[in-house]
């Protein structure tokens, strides 16, 4: 059916910028704040119409330098980025992509590894790559087929050795009750061992290992040097009442957590688990304890990611409304749904609470055939501000500064049209990060793309180098004391 285009606000100028243990549970009810009128700068904003059909539009401190189109037989839904040194590694749902970008104007692809299996969320550390497989599989090979749930089936992490980027060898696999959504690595006390902890959700017991409630987390530890000894060490349960139960229709009861992002030299993490977001003490690796949780039963749905700040002193949390397949970027759904809320961290060991501070959403209308929501995203290492760039699908690319808790403002932002001017087909930055200078997104349908910020308030981060890259995984460097 065919849509009436409606008017979005534009950047135009140059632009300002646990075993389960102690659980302390704080709810902290969100209170209503209007985020699209805390995001834009003032005169900086007009008004203009959604763009056309692939028509790209930005800001003028943000422009695209590359696009790699996705090949068969990687030319599934993309996902999820991680980097190390001149290589980016590219999850897409039929295996995964290792592009060189050491010239980033002009990426290539180093090698592809069909190995179907979604939606193959990616991370690597040294010699090593994992894989997260959610879907119920024949068996744990690369040749595998989906088959219909049964107690016969397979879902987890795999490892590859990637010391050989032309040519990654399978090494081992590990299932996981419930499967692997996401993944998070998070280093042991010595560089002799990683774990991984696997988020995954089941609302129903079709899922082998998996029987509702599902409440834990799977956590993997990885010997670095003898990785096929790989192994399941733990199932902590985090929600031991249950978790938040639910709104049929409206809000995503807990069972389970959709992503983990660790804060490893704080010994914290922080949870994105449904129907509640949750801070974590991981000082024991192996027995993560829950110290505090909110929930915003106003108006988040599905708790999907987590981000820290530099400092350890805020979490962003996100709301995938929709599951990222709607389009909910627009005045019928407002600018509380379907966005980020930043909540202050405050207080001292386990007496430490998340505060909310206000929400953020993109100044900019989609059209209705655009799928359109808070996704993955990551800071940029500036010295002094909170500063954070985000994919948003068909919502495109946004970068935008939280140094004030209570007034987010977006800086920049990049996106393509619609795919389809009469229909909604899904598409979009699904993951969008700054690495080593440059921001690199990976578009579900149209590849990898990546861009260059020009901005007076990010300008240090180019001297920043990173060795290695996974976004759920943070170091903190430049954080504010």
């Known amino acids: 059916m065919s849509r009436s285009r409606t008017p979005r606000s534009r950047w135009l100028g140059t632009l300002s910028l646990a075993a389960a243990g102690l659980l302390l549970t704080t709810v902290v009810a969100a209170a209503p704040h209007d985020a699209r009128a805390a995001t834009t700068e003032s005169n900086a904003v007009t008004t203009a119409d959604i763009p056309g059909v692939d028509e790209i539009r930005s800001s003028p401190n943000l422009r695209q330098v590359a696009n790699l189109p996705k090949e068969a037989p990687l030319d599934a839904t993309n996902s999820d980025l991680a980097f190390q040194g001149r290589y980016a590694f590219a999850g897409n749902y039929n295996g995964f992509v290792i592009y060189d970008i050491s010239r980033p104007s002009a990426p290539t692809v180093v090698s592809r590894v069909l190995c179907p299996g979604s939606q193959n969320d990616i991370s690597v550390h040294g010699d090593l790559l994992f894989l997260s497989t959610d879907s119920p599989r024949s068996d ?45 690595l998070v280093p042991g006390r010595n560089s002799a061992t990683m774990y991984i902890y696997v988020s995954s959700y089941g609302p ?25 000894d790989a192994a399941v060490v733990a199932m902590p349960n985090l929600f031991p009442d249950g978790g938040f139960e639910g709104v049929p229709g409206q809000k995503s009861a807990t069972s389970g957590c959709h992503d983990i992002t660790a804060y490893p030299s ?27 949780r909110v929930r915003d039963t106003e108006n988040f749905a599905f708790w999907h990611s987590a981000t820290f700040n530099n400092a350890g002193t805020k979490v962003i949390f996100t709301d995938e409304l929709g599951g990222g397949g709607a389009p909910t970027c627009n005045d019928t759904i407002g600018p509380n749904r379907g966005a980020d809320a930043i909540y202050d961290i405050v207080g001292r060991g386990d007496r430490r609470t ?53 007034s987010p403002r977006e800086i920049a932002y990049w996106e393509r049209g619609p795919l389809d001017g009469e229909n909604l087909i899904g598409g979009g930055s699904w993951s969008a990060y700054w690495y080593n200078g440059y921001i690199y997104s990976n578009d579900m349908v149209k590849g990898l793309d990546v861009l260059k910020l020009t901005d007076w308030r990010t300008w240090t981060a180019n001297f920043v180098r990173y060795p290695e890259l996974n976004v759920q995984t943070q170091s903190g460097r430049f954080g504010r004391r």
């Open 204 to 228: 129903s017991d079709t899922y082998v290992g998996c029987p509702p409630p599902h409440d834990s987390i799977s956590i993997v530890k990885v010997p670095v040097h003898r990785p096929t």
């Open 140 to 184: 744990d090979s690369c040749d595998s087929t989906r088959v219909p749930s049964s107690e016969t089936q397979w879902e987890g992490i795999k490892i590859f050795d990637i010391s050989d980027k032309a040519s990654p060898r399978y090494l081992k696999s590990v299932q996981t009750a419930c499967g692997s959504h996401t993944h998070t």
């Open 354 to 406: 998340m505060v909310f501070g206000s929400y953020f959403k993109i100044p900019r209308e989609n059209a209705d055939t655009e799928n359109c929501v808070a996704h993955n995203g990551s800071l940029i290492p500036v010295f002094g501000r909170d500063i954070m760039v985000q994919a948003w699908y068909q919502g495109g690319i946004s970068v935008w500064d939280f140094t004030n808790s209570a």
């Open 266 to 292: 704080k010994n914290l993490a922080a949870g994105a688990c449904m129907g509640d977001g949750i801070l974590m003490d991981i000082s024991d690796r192996e027995a993560p304890r829950v110290i505090n």
